[in-house]
């Protein structure tokens, strides 16, 4: 175990230019010896001995929790986070942060004051968002698996972009307690990995109820480990709105190559119809701004964070100290989020939105009466290069268009990678489900697994 643990180390250093962690831990390797102990005593836990990266917007006791932003760059979080206590409890090796887009806003990982990272298939290239170094240090091989966590499709475009698996449960599933709030009704906690097992693995794990977090859901854990090969033939569903004018034609040859394998299986394939679909990047983008507006709104100066040298009087600290902290891309979101929340605007644009969002959650709940999965791309594109989309934002928040449309339903999605394009680009497939049923997913995961 302790050599595991070194190699991972000693694999950081060797590829630090990746710049997938702000911290490595590199005390960890002291845990290894009582892990072996109870081993031994047949004492130890689910995860004894697997090493873990987990993105730092994740509270862990006495470590750092900074949000890849000059906002919180030198704060200490003084207690840890539910999905990480966890962990933790299950014998699994803590071995650092990973850099993330500012408080996860951000679709490349190109927004952390920490610098950017690089996806290790093509340094060239971005990770993807705003998991990108918890995706990256999966596929770089730096940990067996990593945590994330996907607002708008922060595990799923990344996992894509790096040629990995990465699942985003069900909303409520996995506690948000210790999670740094971008959109509190959007915000989920998942695994990366590099096969199934251990996504199913790390996910029961983290799931359950938890009673400091009031959106957490009261509902029973399926074994997914002892379930995964269990193998059902499920009715699958193709959205024809997902696979239209913009999509990158070698990854939709490469998903209807998978599709006509899923045939020959046997499995039911359906074209399905999610017509509110054209509306979710909007519907995102305004409810999720607004959300942070009212999120980021604690990071004032006052209590702890950064704070302006510049504040001879209180109005100024306030103002300072949020226009050198924050990076562009969060002063961005939280004026749009202002913006749709304030007096004249709010029923124009937030109250609008939140009808379309339950428009968008019914399109789901209809079409998973006729089938059990829906099949979609998980990116218009492959991993773009580092730059290409940073001075549009607008053509960066559309290359969120296929995986919005899960976190405003609250239902699971799961990227699945299934090859690579003519330049050697990882292509995802998006796997999406019934609120809950992320089983279902994980089983037919495996079929592409093995």
């Known amino acids: 175990m302790q050599e595991n643990v070194s190699f991972f180390l000693n694999n950081i250093k060797e590829n630090s230019n990746l710049n997938a962690f702000n911290f490595v831990f590199d005390d960890c390797i002291e845990q290894t010896s009582s892990i072996e102990q109870k081993i031994k ?13 987990v993105k730092d917007v994740l509270a862990i006791n006495q470590k750092p929790l900074t949000c890849s932003s000059n906002i919180l760059r030198d704060f200490i979080s003084i207690y840890t986070a539910t999905a990480i206590q966890k962990l ?33 298939v093509d340094t060239s290239r971005v990770p993807g968002g705003s998991s990108g170094g918890s995706a990256a240090a999966v596929a770089a091989d730096l940990c067996d698996a990593s945590i994330g966590t996907d607002t708008g499709g922060s595990i799923r475009q990344p996992a894509a972009f790096c040629g990995i698996y990465g699942l985003k449960p069900t909303y409520g599933r996995v506690s948000r307690y210790g999670l740094t709030a971008f959109a509190s009704s959007f915000d989920t906690v998942g695994p990366f990995a590099r096969n199934v097992d251990d996504i199913a693995l790390v996910l029961s794990v983290i799931s359950g109820y938890d009673e400091n977090d009031s959106t957490s859901f009261k509902t029973d854990v399926p074994n997914f480990v002892t379930n995964l090969h269990s193998r059902k ?19 939709r040859n490469a998903i209807f190559e998978k599709v006509e394998f899923l045939k020959e299986q046997g499995f039911e394939i359906y074209e399905i119809e999610l017509p509110h679909t054209e509306y979710s990047i909007a ?16 990071f ?6 950064f704070r302006s040298k510049e504040d001879n009087n209180l109005l100024n600290m306030y103002v300072n100290s949020r226009s050198e902290g924050f990076g562009s ?3 961005r979101r939280i004026m749009l989020g202002t913006y749709v929340l304030s007096s004249g605007y709010y029923d124009a644009y937030y109250r609008k939105a939140q009808k379309v969002r339950r428009l968008l959650k019914q399109d789901f709940d209809k079409a998973f009466e006729k089938v059990d999965l829906i099949l979609t791309p998980t990116t218009p594109t ?39 394009d003519m330049q050697g680009l990882p292509i995802g497939m998006q ?20």
């Open 382 to 420: 492959t991993a773009f290069k580092i730059g290409e989309k940073t001075s549009d934002p607008l053509e960066m928040y559309l290359g969120d268009i296929y995986t919005t449309s899960a976190n405003l339903a609250g239902i699971p999605g799961i990227n699945i990678p299934i090859g690579k």
């Open 283 to 298: 519907t995102y983008y305004i409810l999720t701004t607004a959300e942070a507006s009212s999120n980021l709104a604690r």
């Open 41 to 53: 005593n047949g004492s130890a836990g689910k995860l004894a001995g697997m090493v873990i990266a």
């Open 88 to 120: 933790i409890d299950e014998d699994a090796i803590i071995i650092g942060k990973t850099n993330c887009d500012e408080f996860a806003m951000g679709s490349s990982n190109e927004n952390s004051a920490f610098g950017t990272v690089l996806n290790p």
């Open 329 to 331: 891309e969060v002063k």
């Open 300 to 305: 004032d100066g006052v209590r702890y964070g």
């Open 233 to 251: 033939k499920l009715r699958i569903g193709l959205p024809k709105e997902y696979f239209a004018e913009g999509l990158n034609e070698e990854i």
């Open 431 to 450: 796997v999406m489900s019934r609120q809950f049923d992320e089983l279902s997913l994980l089983q037919f995961s495996q079929i592409f697994d093995r």
